[in-house]
């Protein structure tokens, strides 16, 4: 009959094992912070090249000689989260500004950015994020349909105010056959946009100087 292998009598006690579990905890901590160390570099510098792909789409080129990312200011936003404002320069001037709007759709918040020149009309819209029904909803998308370049021009005063809603509900937009929710979210959203802007309007065109 074999003999069984002798245990050494520490590694039975409970501070034996306690101190195995801490020492493995302990390292893989160490791992993952060296990890994520290396990696949260790459992970900025990707964001803010989706961030300034982002701007570029909804601020043209050719109305700023600035870093968008530069200068930016934090505001409360339309339901008083902080929300940040980048702003356009020609100059030394304020030309336009861009910052993100959401509203909640059919399936979740839909979230935009949106671009308004100096003059209180829209540069551009374009959807970031969404979760809205593939083949209905999401034709939100400019890549899957032009009905957000429909916005392009337009201000609180073109149309009238009473008119920033889907035609279902007695405005000017149209919805999709289906999915009236997602884009009533996004009328409403670039609606309370241009309210923000024109309620911050001196704010936000006013460039302080550095003293």
Known sequence: MAQGVLVPSYRQRIGYHAML???IALLASMLLTIGANQTSEDIALRQAEDLRA??????????HDNNLLEGSLSLA??????????????????????FEISEVGYAGPVVSMIGIDRSGAI???RVLQHAETPGLGDKIE????DWILGFDGLSLGNPPVEKWKVKKDGGQFDQFSG??????????????????????RDELLTVKDAS
């Open 123 to 125: 540069l551009g819209v």
């Open 21 to 23: 579990l801490g020492g």
């Open 77 to 98: 936003g339309p339901h008083g989260e902080p929300l940040t404002v980048y702003r356009a320069r020609m100059g030394g001037e304020v030309t336009a500004v861009a």
């Open 142 to 145: 400019a890549a899957k349909d």
């Open 54 to 63: 982002s701007l570029s789409q909804v601020v043209p080129d050719t109305v």
């Open 179 to 200: 999915a009236t929710i997602t884009p009533r979210a996004v009328v409403k959203s670039i609606k309370g946009g241009l309210d923000f802007f024109a309620q911050h």
